[in-house]
């Protein structure tokens, strides 16, 4: 049995720390300090957990990231293992005081065949559509139109598709998405900034969300199908090139044989898998990190684990 297991109040401490690092950014306007202060606190717990990490989805290539590079070992030894993360999804959404801002980290443990990991993505777009677990496979595939993947999900769902509500980032590019799905009666709901978490909300049936679409952040969709590998949702995800040499170059470098694969959520995250979350501003995910009276900081964090099954949601007080 992976010993990540056993680490579970370790991550949950690592992403509670972060979150409460991130709070005297909220609502002040600099997305860069914000971001700084979340990225400094989830590397030191990193580094005095007892893993052998590697940052593979990271703040960026080492050249433009100081910490948290991809490629960059953390921990203190042990269990060999892949990291995602992105220490504040949603730098803007923290800056601004909007919904839903999340500390996210997932870990998958390489096994001792080096079977398991993350899918090694560039920096680059993903062209991506998901949805929640207990739904038959293959009832969404990226070749097919909007119309179609909503019609067969909502055959799979026993609604209309009028009943359906699909998350959506509001980008100029998504013009034809946003039409395409409004021809078919469904849902919108637009976000601004947090892919993360709208792919995650398909999985929340306190959501209401039943579908993402869009594209984003390639990054973000490996942190996206490690979560959805443990609650049993589909995603498929494509990188997005457009004829950019120089990206199609590192994508090879880095692993990626066929630049035109679709990527199931299971190609994406392999292995054991454990994938922990915690609120900075409140939103369709957790509640936001407070600070009472007392100087107290109560956090709310949610964490996923692949083996054992479990699916942990945690309300955690720190005393001052």
Request: aromatic share 4%.
């Amino acid at each position: 049995m992976s010993s990540l297991t056993s680490l579970t109040s370790q991550i949950i401490t690592l992403v509670n720390k972060t979150a409460i690092a991130c709070y005297d950014h909220i609502g002040k306007g600099n997305n860069h300090m914000a971001d700084q202060a979340a990225v400094m606190a989830m590397r030191e717990g990193l580094n005095n957990m007892p893993i052998s990490g590697e940052v593979v989805i990271g703040e960026g290539e080492r050249d433009e990231a100081p910490m948290l590079y991809i490629g960059e070992k953390v921990g203190l030894g042990g269990e060999k293992v892949d990291i995602a993360l992105d220490p504040l999804e949603g730098t803007t959404i923290c800056a601004n005081m909007a919904e839903s801002s999340l500390v996210v980290i997932a870990f998958a443990s390489k096994g001792h065949n080096n079977q398991g990991g993350f899918l090694h993505a560039p920096d680059v777009y993903m062209q991506k559509i998901a949805v929640g677990p207990n739904l038959p496979q293959g009832v969404i595939n990226l070749d097919d139109s909007v119309a179609n993947n909503l019609k067969n999900l909502a055959l799979a769902k026993k609604c209309s598709t009028s009943d359906l509500v699909v998350m959506i980032l509001d980008r100029p590019r998504h013009q034809e998405i946003i039409a395409k799905t409004r021809e078919t009666g469904a849902k919108i709901r637009l976000i601004t900034d947090g892919d993360v978490a709208g792919v995650i909300a398909c999985a929340n049936p306190n959501s209401g969300i039943d579908c993402y679409l869009g594209t984003g952040g390639a990054p973000e969709g490996v942190l996206s199908a490690a979560a959805l590998q443990v609650v049993g949702g589909q995603m498929m995800g494509k990188l997005i090139f457009d004829n950019n040499h120089r990206q199609i170059e590192r994508a090879k470098q880095m692993g990626i044989s066929d630049i035109n694969l679709q990527y199931t959520a299971s190609q994406m995250a392999r292995g054991h898998i454990i994938f922990a979350c915690a609120g900075v501003t409140s939103g369709y995910m957790l509640s936001g990190v407070k600070k009472n009276k007392k100087g107290n900081f109560i956090v709310n964090s949610l964490l996923l684990n692949s083996q054992t099954k479990e699916i942990i949601n945690t309300k955690t007080k720190y005393l001052s």
